[in-house]
C-alpha cells in the first residue's frame, strides 16, 4: 500500500487530481439549452452513438457540468471523463451527474492531432498550450514541455501555463523545476489553491513537509471545503508520523466526497500502520465497491488480507482472488500488483509460483522499490510468507 496524492487535473491512473488551468476562461455569451437529467429523455441505444463509452478531454477550464437545475460541477483544463451517454451536442458525465457540453472537450484518442491542426492553423498562445494539455495527457512530457515553453514565450504571464509545464516536470521527477514554475504562477496568482497544492505536492517528493504544509493550510484557508488539499495535508501528517491527525483530514475530506477513493485508501493506510486493521478493511472494502475497475484499491485490500500481522484479518483465498484481479485489470505489468499476486500465492503456500511472479515484479519495479522487493522474494524462496 502506498500513499496517493490528489495531483488536481491529472489522469486517474497517475495521481489522481494537478488541476489544469489558464487559457479559455471567457464565459460564452450564446444561450445553451441541455436536456434534463439523464433518462428524462429517450435515450438511444449505445451503440447507436459511437460518442457513448469514449474518452473526452476537456479544453475549457471551468467547462460547466449541467443539469436543468443548477450547476453541479466544474472541469478542470485536461480533465478527461468517460460518456454514458449523449444528446445532441451534450454529453452525460455519469461521475459528475451532468451533462458537458461537447464543443468544450476533444476525443480523447485524436486530442493531440486535433489541436495540432489548431496550432498549423492559427499558431497562438493559446493553441499551443491546449496541445500541450493534451500531450500531457498522453504523458508524451518533452513535448508538453515544448509547446508550454512555445506557448509562455508568446504569453509570459500565464499562470495555468506556468502550472502545466510544473505539472510535466513534475510526472517526470524534475521537482526542483516543478516548485520553480509552481512559484512564478503564485507570483502572478497568489490565492489559486489549485497551484498552492500542487506545489505542495512538489514539497513531499522532496521532503520539504514543513513548506508543504504551509501552502495547503494557505489553501485550505482561502477554501476550507477543499477536499484534495485535505487529503494531500493528511498525507504530510503521515509523512510526520502523525496518524490521528492524517486520519482526521482524511475523514473531513470524506465527508466532503463521500465516494473520493484515494482519501479512503489513505485512511485505511493510516489505520493499518496503527494496527487498526479492522478499519483498514473496511475502508479498502469500501474503495473497491466504489471503484471496481481500478486497480489500486482491489490491490491494497488484497495485500492486507494477504499479508496483515494480525492472523484475524488474513483471508487467504480471497487475498488471492482479489491479487489476481488487480494483475489482470494491468495486464500483468505493473510490479505493485505482481508484487501482490506473490505475497497472496505465499499465503496460499504456493511458494514456487509465488516466486515466479516476486522475482517478475523485482524485475519490473523502479530502482528505488527494489531493495524492498528483492527482500519479499528472499523470504519467499526461504519458504516464508510476507508479513507487513
Known amino acids: 500500500m ?18 489544469t488551468h489558464g487559457f479559455g476562461q471567457v464565459l460564452l455569451l450564446q444561450v445553451l439549452l441541455w436536456p434534463a437529467v439523464a433518462g428524462a429523455f429517450q435515450v438511444a441505444p449505445a451503440a447507436a452513438d459511437p460518442r457513448v463509452g469514449k474518452r473526452v478531454l476537456v479544453i475549457r477550464h471551468g467547462a460547466p457540468l449541467r443539469t436543468p437545475d443548477a450547476t453541479v460541477s466544474s472541469a478542470w483544463l485536461g480533465e478527461i471523463f468517460t460518456v454514458s451517454l449523449v444528446n445532441g451536442e451534450w454529453l452525460w458525465i455519469q461521475e459528475k451527474g451532468g451533462w458537458l457540453w461537447e464543443q468544450e472537450t476533444v476525443l480523447y484518442d485524436g486530442a493531440i492531432e486535433e489541436l495540432a491542426k489548431r496550432v498549423t492553423t492559427s499558431p497562438t498562445a493559446e493553441n499551443y498550450h491546449l496541445r500541450g494539455v493534451a500531450l500531457l495527457a498522453h504523458r508524451e512530457f518533452r513535448r508538453a514541455i515544448a509547446d508550454f515553453n512555445e506557448s509562455l ?37 497568489p490565492t489559486n489553491v489549485l497551484y498552492l497544492n500542487n506545489r505542495a505536492l512538489a514539497y513531499i517528493e522532496t521532503a520539504q513537509f514543513s513548506l508543504a504544509l504551509a501552502d495547503l ?21 503521515q509523512r510526520l508520523q502523525k496518524t490521528d491527525e492524517a486520519v482526521a483530514d482524511f475523514t473531513e475530506a470524506l465527508k466532503l466526497n463521500p465516494k473520493y477513493v ?9 489505520y493499518r500502520r496503527s494496527g487498526a486493521y479492522q478499519n483498514a478493511v ?14 489500486e484499491a ?31 485489470l494491468t495486464q500483468y505489468q505493473q510490479w505493485n500488483t505482481l508484487d501482490t499476486l506473490a505475497a497472496a500465492l505465499a499465503e496460499s503456500n504456493q511458494f ?25 522474494l528472499e523470504l519467499i524462496v526461504a519458504g516464508k510468507q510476507i508479513r507487513e
Not at 506556468?162 to 503564485?186: E, M, S, V, W
Not at 474503495?287 to 481500478?294: E, H, Q, R, Y
Not at 490491490?299 to 489482470?328: F, V
Open 2 to 19: 502506498k500513499l496517493v496524492k490528489a495531483v488536481l487535473g491529472l489522469e486517474p491512473s497517475a495521481m489522481r487530481t494537478i488541476a
Open 153 to 189: 514565450r508568446k504569453s509570459p504571464k500565464n499562470a495555468g501555463a506556468l502550472n502545466n509545464r510544473g505539472k510535466a516536470h513534475y510526472l517526470q521527477g524534475g521537482y526542483p523545476a516543478a516548485i520553480a514554475d509552481f512559484t512564478q504562477a503564485l507570483a502572478i496568482e
Open 217 to 237: 493550510q494557505s489553501a485550505l484557508k482561502l477554501v476550507p471545503e477543499f477536499a484534495e488539499g485535505l487529503n494531500n495535508r493528511g498525507i504530510v501528517y
Open 262 to 270: 484515494d482519501a479512503l485508501g489513505n485512511r485505511a493506510f493510516a
Open 282 to 295: 473496511a475502508d479498502l472494502e469500501q474503495a473497491v465497491k466504489i471503484s471496481p475497475l481500478t486497480y
Open 298 to 328: 482491489t490491490n491494497d485490500l488484497a495485500w492486507l488480507l494477504a499479508t496483515c500481522p494480525d492472523g484475524r484479518y488474513r483471508q487467504p483465498e480471497r487475498a488471492l482472488q482479489l491479487a489476481k484481479a488487480a494483475c489482470e
Open 352 to 376: 514456487a509460483e509465488a516466486s515466479r511472479w516476486a522475482a517478475a515484479a523485482v524485475e519490473k519495479s523502479p530502482e528505488k522499490e527494489r531493495v524492498r522487493l528483492q527482500g519479499h
